[in-house]
Antibody, heavy 116, light 110 residues
Framework: EVQLLESGGGLVQPGGSLRLSCAAS????????MTWVRRAPGKGLEWVSS????????NYADSVKGRFTVSRDNSKNTLYLQMNSLGAGDTALYYC?????????WGQGTLVTVSS | QAGLTQPPSVSKGLRQTATLTCTGD????????AAWLQQHQGHPPKLLSY???TRPSGISERFSASRSGNTASLTITGLQPEDEADYYC???????????FGGGTKLTVL
């Protein structure tokens, strides 16, 4: 059974940093691209970043480019999202999802709140 | 990054048929096709359809997707109370090298 478990969310002050993790199980992690998607309160889904199976290929939404870094450790079956220079607009529930053409399996999400 | 266009809300009666639309352009929906996701309040999104009309295992046949040009559609037949949810379309945009989402359609089953 495919399982994705996000962690690392929390309350952070504006300008601060957080690192999210997504632990994967139930599939060959290195064979799949992975993606981060967020949903801010009262808003719809917003794509944040994607990474290829090997980790060499990465893409970012314009809204996070230069501030967020996606990475993965295939030996630990774990996806990461390093978030720096956080602002109020980054407050959201962050989901990781496996990509098989489209995001097919999703985690439950981890909540990031940026507030002073 | 420009997103895909979905109507904000659709309301239909129990056991009726709802058709949700998603409009993009030749770089996303028109090129790669669209995926459809369902999200109930407090739950993660669930993939309903990908590559325009392929349903993952376990998804009801009441959900069917199609595409015409740059517009994708999701048709839900025999509406049930549990179909009340937010529905999103998504596609990879080859010109942006980015995944784009629609703003979501809130489906209300009357």
């Amino acid at each position: 059974e495919v399982q994705l478990l996000e962690s690392g969310g929390g309350l952070v002050q504006p300008g601060g940093s957080l690192r999210l993790s997504c632990a994967a199980s139930g599939f060959t992690f290195s064979s799949y691209g992975m993606t981060w998607v967020r949903r801010a309160p009262g808003k719809g889904l917003e794509w944040v970043s994607s990474i290829g199976g090997s980790g060499r290929s990465t893409n970012y939404a314009d809204s996070v480019k230069g501030r967020f870094t996606v990475s993965r450790d295939n030996s630990k079956n774990t996806l990461y999202l390093q978030m720096n220079s956080l602002g109020a607009g980054d407050t959201a529930l962050y989901y990781c999802a496996r990509v098989s053409g489209s995001p097919d399996y999703w985690g439950q999400g981890t909540l990031v709140t940026v507030s002073s | 990054q420009a997103g895909l266009t979905q109507p904000p809300s659709v309301s239909k009666g129990l056991r009726q048929t709802a058709t949700l639309t998603c409009t993009g352009d030749s770089n996303n929906v028109g090129n790669q096709g669209a995926a459809w996701l369902q999200q109930h309040q407090g739950h993660p999104p669930k993939l309903l359809s990908y590559r325009n009309n392929t349903r993952p295992s376990g998804i009801s046949e009441r959900f069917s997707a199609s595409r015409s040009g740059n517009t994708a559609s999701l048709t839900i037949t025999g509406l049930q109370p549990e179909d009340e949810a937010d529905y999103y379309c998504s596609a990879w945009d080859s010109s942006l090298s980015a995944r784009v989402f629609g703003g979501g359609t809130k489906l209300t089953v009357l």
